[in-house]
């Protein structure tokens, strides 16, 4: 009956290591890339204000964060300036992004700032 036991809990032991090791793995794999192209609509072109040559042109998305400078990075909603430049150490630090859920390991960059600007960038690949 012990040795039944014994069996039966290593077993146990076994499968919750394998699920704990596959929940790590899975948790840091790359979900495929999807690309969103947003253009304005002809009615929002014409109803938007002329431009001036001090004002930047509308940025083109999605936005490759493995290639964007600092600039193109500031533009994206809730990013900014210090955070773009957090993005360029990491990518600088790391290389280049895999898939931009890798966003989420620079600093000042969780969740729900990742899902306000997933639709808006890509890693280019």
Partial sequence: MKKQL????LLMTAVFLALLVGFFLGRNACRPEVSVSITRSPQAVAAA????PSQAADPVYPIDINTADR?????????????ADRI??????????????ELLNVE???TKKLEEILDLITTGG
């Fill in 49 to 52: 204000p002329s431009s001036t």
């Fill in 71 to 83: 600039h193109q990075l500031a533009l994206l909603p809730g990013i900014g300036e210090v955070l």
């Fill in 6 to 9: 014994s069996s039966v809990l």
């Fill in 88 to 101: 360029l150490a990491y990518r600088d630090a790391h290389g280049s992004f895999p898939c931009v859920e």
């Fill in 108 to 110: 000042g960059i969780g």
